[in-house]
């Protein structure tokens, strides 16, 4: 792209070149601790030497003493560092050069034989009958003798004990192995007990649902063979009433032998016909169980493919919901009650449907968002109205411009017109449509400006000014139609009210707001992420403190959504999707698979499903219960080439679902829009 400068890369903490208190504090224990230790020697000294054989510039013992003209004695470094600075003796003023410094050899002997008594009252014995056996000191062989056995008891003593320790660590380390195996074989042993339970409530619900199939079966033979003898009842009537017909006939002399022969070629015919029937349908039938069976061995690929992050999740659920009997209510009462279900593999199930269920993601419909000779398309919003009839988009093109779905959908063109379309000031960061008015929308720019806009009119409702710097997010609240927040790179976020002029509440923070998302259950919550690698949950009730921070990310927070009431996933230039548990302030998951490192690449959830862009320009889709993702599609069109340099620039901009289906619109950096979904 030409402007490189128009991408919305996400803002990024400065890291603090400062020392922090924890940082600096081992170096001020190190320092304090020379101190404590120079000051004690200082003390000794003091206590058992002369004061006089101290150096009166360091306070310490005298090395290489040298004698000045006025007679004191200092360290020769001191008394050459001192004249550096000054021309004088540091004891009594006079002037003193280097030229009348003099080695003080007297007292240098004396210090030294201070040092070694010193030394040798502070030495082991050890080392003083070393020193003693240097210096020639008579020892008889006898005595030799004798220590030498002392000492190899000495040895043999010191090797037991050192044999008993490791012995003693040995056997800790043994018993803690065991106790950890213990734990995980009963852990293992639960499992295969919960495994077996399940086991046997699937094979017992397998062979009610074989019964009941049977039960069809027979029934539906059993219309068939009513049909069948109805149908030949009707042909011998029908037989009957010919054969009277036709004697009547022939007794008026007006009978024909060729018509009867033409009936009964046509009652031929139309046996045929059934005949033909049947087979096609049988061939249909089969061709259909054929199809069933492909699709469930893929299904059961995708299984082994994931087959780890199933068995957690089967686990997880199992253990959690142990004692929980499945108590789900069946209204349709043809449907067989799963009886002895623990409501752990119910759930899991559940998933396990949801997971296998699709494979790929397929594109139904394809449009530019911008025109041909703008450079900057980038889309960098994308929503659904309330009722999933319109959709809007906004980028850095500074237009709002809003869609009919079933006419991009069905209506096959390469460029759809859109059905409204509002020009702004300044580019735009991000939309919310208001769940209550189906005609008002909210916007933010690159400017700080929050807007309210009723798409019926085409004007603005509401201008709010007063974020001084780009806002990258807004969000009407789903349970609250006058309320929406709104998150800037001034570190503040800011609830509005569409009554009133002027905003409602500010939250002043320490680092850059990249996304806010209300609670979908409660006006009073908010999950804001940001700069600083954390979100932020806070009850707008009592704003002084967040009543948790999420932390975990590595990097920036771009979006936060709330899949339900409790559960809210999060996305982050980490390359990272994570799930988070609002209720228990406890993180859930981590997704990994796509890549995101500077870009604002959309994130869009329904109950089941989340999904993202890449950097790649590729979008990917994750079940919110598996790690990995369920699959991904790349966006390519005719006009692009893959060799082109451009090419790797480009990336997904822009993602939402379709409230809870498999349909889903995206967007990329180039400004094309795809309406994909997924399949089998």
Same mark, same amino acid.
């Given at each position: 792209?030409?402007?490189?400068?128009?991408?919305?890369?996400?803002?990024?903490?400065?890291?603090?070149?400062?020392?922090?208190?924890?940082?600096?504090?081992?170096?001020?224990?190190?320092?304090?601790?020379?101190?404590?230790?120079?000051?004690?020697?200082?003390?000794?000294?003091?206590?058992?030497?002369?004061?006089?054989?101290?150096?009166?510039?360091?306070?310490?013992?005298?090395?290489?003493?040298?004698?000045?003209?006025?007679?004191?004695?200092?360290?020769?470094?001191?008394?050459?560092?001192?004249?550096?600075?000054?021309?004088?003796?540091?004891?009594?003023?006079?002037?003193?050069?280097?030229?009348?410094?003099?080695?003080?050899?007297?007292?240098?002997?004396?210090?030294?034989?201070?040092?070694?008594?010193?030394?040798?009252?502070?030495?082991?014995?050890?080392?003083?009958?070393?020193?003693?056996?240097?210096?020639?000191?008579?020892?008889?062989?006898?005595?030799?003798?004798?220590?030498?056995?002392?000492?190899?008891?000495?040895?043999?003593?010191?090797?037991?004990?050192?044999?008993?320790?490791?012995?003693?660590?040995?056997?800790?380390?043994?018993?803690?192995?065991?106790?950890?195996?213990?734990?995980?074989?009963?852990?293992?042993?639960?499992?295969?007990?919960?495994?077996?339970?399940?086991?046997?409530?699937?094979?017992?619900?397998?062979?009610?649902?074989?019964?009941?199939?049977?039960?069809?079966?027979?029934?539906?033979?059993?219309?068939?063979?009513?049909?069948?003898?109805?149908?030949?009842?009707?042909?011998?009537?029908?037989?009957?009433?010919?054969?009277?017909?036709?004697?009547?006939?022939?007794?008026?002399?007006?009978?024909?032998?060729?018509?009867?022969?033409?009936?009964?070629?046509?009652?031929?015919?139309?046996?045929?016909?059934?005949?033909?029937?049947?087979?096609?349908?049988?061939?249909?039938?089969?061709?259909?169980?054929?199809?069933?069976?492909?699709?469930?061995?893929?299904?059961?690929?995708?299984?082994?493919?994931?087959?780890?992050?199933?068995?957690?999740?089967?686990?997880?659920?199992?253990?959690?919901?142990?004692?929980?009997?499945?108590?789900?209510?069946?209204?349709?009462?043809?449907?067989?009650?799963?009886?002895?279900?623990?409501?752990?593999?119910?759930?899991?199930?559940?998933?396990?449907?949801?997971?296998?269920?699709?494979?790929?993601?397929?594109?139904?419909?394809?449009?530019?968002?911008?025109?041909?000779?703008?450079?900057?398309?980038?889309?960098?919003?994308?929503?659904?109205?309330?009722?999933?009839?319109?959709?809007?988009?906004?980028?850095?093109?500074?237009?709002?411009?809003?869609?009919?779905?079933?006419?991009?959908?069905?209506?096959?063109?390469?460029?759809?017109?859109? *059905?409204?379309?509002?020009?702004?000031?300044?580019?735009?960061? %991000?939309?919310?449509? @208001?769940?209550? &008015?189906? #005609?008002? =929308? /909210?916007?933010?720019?690159?400017?700080?400006?929050?807007?309210?806009?009723?798409?019926?009119?085409?004007?603005?409702?509401?201008?709010?000014?007063?974020?001084?710097?780009?806002?990258?997010?807004?969000?009407?609240?789903?349970?609250?139609?006058?309320?929406?927040?709104?998150?800037?790179?001034?570190?503040?976020?800011?609830?509005?009210?569409?009554?009133?002029?002027?905003? *409602?509440?500010?939250?002043?923070?320490?680092?850059?707001?990249? %996304?806010?998302?209300? @609670?979908?259950? &409660?006006? #009073?919550? =908010? /999950?804001?992420?940001?700069?600083?690698?954390?979100?932020?949950?806070?009850?707008?009730?009592?704003?002084?403190?967040?009543?948790?921070?999420?932390?975990?990310?590595?990097?920036?927070?771009?979006?936060?959504?709330?899949?339900?009431?409790?559960?809210?996933?999060?996305?982050?230039?980490?390359?990272?999707?994570?799930?988070?548990?609002?209720?228990?302030?406890?993180?859930?998951?981590?997704?990994?698979?796509?890549?995101?490192?500077?870009?604002?690449?959309?994130?869009?959830?329904? &109950?089941?499903?989340?999904?993202?862009?890449?950097?790649?320009?590729?979008?990917?889709?994750?079940?919110?219960?598996?790690?990995?993702?369920?699959?991904?599609?790349?966006?390519?069109?005719?006009?692009?080439?893959?060799?082109?340099?451009?090419?790797?620039?480009?990336?997904?901009?822009?993602?939402?679902?379709?409230?809870?289906?498999?349909?889903?619109?995206?967007?990329?950096?180039?400004?094309?829009?795809?309406?994909?979904?997924?399949?089998?």
């Amino acid at each position: 792209m030409d402007e490189v400068s128009t991408e919305p890369l996400v803002p990024a903490v400065k890291p603090d070149m400062k020392p922090s208190s924890t940082d600096t504090a081992p170096q001020e224990t190190d320092a304090a601790a020379a101190s404590a230790a120079a000051a004690s020697t200082s003390e000794v000294g003091v206590s058992e030497l002369d004061k006089d054989m101290l150096c009166p510039i360091c306070m310490q013992i005298i090395k290489e003493a040298f004698l000045t003209a006025c007679g004191h004695s200092f360290c020769y470094m001191c008394i050459i560092t001192h004249l550096r600075n000054k021309s004088d003796c540091p004891c009594c003023g006079h002037y003193l050069t280097n030229n009348q410094l003099y080695p003080n050899f007297l007292l240098d002997k004396l210090l030294k034989k201070t040092s070694a008594r010193q030394i040798s009252k502070s030495a082991s014995p050890l080392e003083n009958f070393r020193q003693a056996l240097q210096q020639g000191c008579g020892v008889s062989v006898k005595e030799i003798d004798s220590l030498m056995s002392l000492l190899s008891e000495k040895k043999r003593k010191m090797e037991q004990e050192e044999a008993e320790r490791n012995m003693q660590i040995l056997l800790d380390f043994l018993h803690c192995l065991r106790k950890q195996k213990v734990d995980e074989l009963k852990e293992i042993q639960t499992d295969l007990h919960y495994i077996k339970e399940d086991i046997n409530a699937v094979e017992r619900h397998r062979i009610d649902l074989y019964r009941a199939r049977d039960r069809y079966s027979v029934k539906l033979r059993m219309l068939g063979d009513d049909s069948s003898t109805r149908k030949s009842w009707l042909s011998s009537i029908d037989k009957n009433s010919s054969g009277i017909i036709t004697s009547s006939l022939n007794a008026r002399g007006g009978s024909s032998a060729g018509s009867l022969q033409n009936k009964k070629g046509d009652g031929k015919a139309q046996a045929n016909s059934h005949g033909h029937q049947r087979k096609d349908s049988l061939t249909g039938s089969d061709s259909q169980c054929l199809n069933q069976s492909g699709l469930s061995v893929v299904r059961k690929k995708r299984v082994h493919a994931q087959f780890n992050d199933l068995q957690e999740c089967y686990l997880q659920k199992r253990r959690q919901m142990a004692n929980q009997p499945h108590t789900k209510q069946e209204s349709d009462k043809n449907i067989i009650h799963r009886e002895g279900y623990n409501a752990g593999l119910a759930d899991f199930q559940s998933v396990l449907t949801t997971f296998t269920r699709y494979s790929r993601l397929r594109v139904i419909a394809e449009l530019r968002h911008g025109d041909i000779f703008h450079s900057a398309n980038i889309v960098s919003s994308i929503e659904f109205d309330r009722d999933d009839q319109l959709f809007a988009t906004a980028g850095v093109s500074r237009r709002i411009k809003v869609f009919d779905f079933a006419s991009v959908v069905n209506e096959p063109a390469d460029v759809h017109c859109p *059905v409204v379309e509002m020009p702004t000031r300044s580019k735009l960061s %991000c939309l919310s449509w @208001n769940k209550f &008015s189906k #005609n008002r =929308i /909210a916007s933010s720019d690159y400017e700080g400006i929050v807007t309210v806009w009723d798409v019926t009119t085409q004007q603005s409702v509401m201008e709010y000014e007063e974020h001084e710097k780009r806002a990258w997010s807004v969000d009407f609240s789903r349970t609250e139609p006058s309320m929406l927040v709104s998150g800037s790179d001034d570190c503040k976020v800011k609830v509005w009210c569409t009554r009133q002029e002027a905003s *409602v509440l500010n939250i002043d923070m320490k680092a850059n707001i990249c %996304c806010v998302k209300y @609670n979908p259950g &409660s006006s #009073n919550y =908010i /999950a804001v992420g940001s700069a600083d690698h954390h979100i932020h949950y806070y009850d707008l009730r009592n704003i002084s403190q967040p009543l948790h921070v999420f932390t975990g990310h590595k990097k920036a927070v771009s979006y936060v959504k709330f899949l339900t009431n409790d559960e809210l996933a999060s996305a982050s230039t980490d390359s990272t999707l994570r799930l988070w548990d609002v209720k228990e302030n406890l993180p859930v998951r981590t997704f990994r698979g796509h890549m995101n490192e500077k870009n604002f690449v959309g994130l869009t959830v329904n &109950s089941e499903y989340i999904a993202c862009g890449s950097e790649s320009n590729e979008v990917y889709v994750y079940h919110k219960e598996i790690s990995k993702p369920v699959t991904w599609h790349r966006f390519s069109s005719p006009d692009m080439d893959d060799t082109d340099e451009d090419a790797g620039s480009y990336f997904i901009s822009a993602v939402c679902w379709k409230s809870d289906s498999p349909t889903m619109l995206t967007a990329n950096s180039q400004g094309t829009i795809k309406v994909l979904v997924l399949a089998a």
